[in-house]
């Protein structure tokens, strides 16, 4: 019999649906930030955590990444991973 695969999905609320596998990790969270820039561009940094509080932590870092890189503003979401197999 085949082993089944385990897949984690994270939906934005914006529709963006990120799908991570097949993968036996313990993540349970999907973060994202939109850096929008001075010269109209964006620029997207995302990932993956064990918990809440970890992913929460990546908010305090994208604070100093808009101060040191000089963005013109940024968004911070974070959304929890849904599980399914194949």
Same mark, same amino acid.
């Given at each position: 019999m085949a082993k089944r695969k385990r897949f984690l999905t994270a939906t934005m609320p914006d529709g963006y649906v @990120?799908?991570?596998?097949?993968?036996s990790?313990?993540?349970t969270h999907y973060w994202?930030?939109?850096?929008?820039l001075s010269d109209g561009q964006t620029e997207v940094f995302w990932g993956h955590a064990k918990?809440? @509080?970890?992913?929460?932590g990546k908010k305090a870092a994208a604070q100093d990444a808009a101060r040191q890189r000089g963005w013109k503003r940024y968004s911070f979401e974070t959304v929890e991973l849904t599980e399914s197999f194949s």
């Amino acid at each position: 019999m085949a082993k089944r695969k385990r897949f984690l999905t994270a939906t934005m609320p914006d529709g963006y649906v @990120k799908t991570i596998g097949p993968t036996s990790a313990p993540l349970t969270h999907y973060w994202r930030i939109v850096a929008y820039l001075s010269d109209g561009q964006t620029e997207v940094f995302w990932g993956h955590a064990k918990s809440l @509080k970890e992913a929460s932590g990546k908010k305090a870092a994208a604070q100093d990444a808009a101060r040191q890189r000089g963005w013109k503003r940024y968004s911070f979401e974070t959304v929890e991973l849904t599980e399914s197999f194949s």
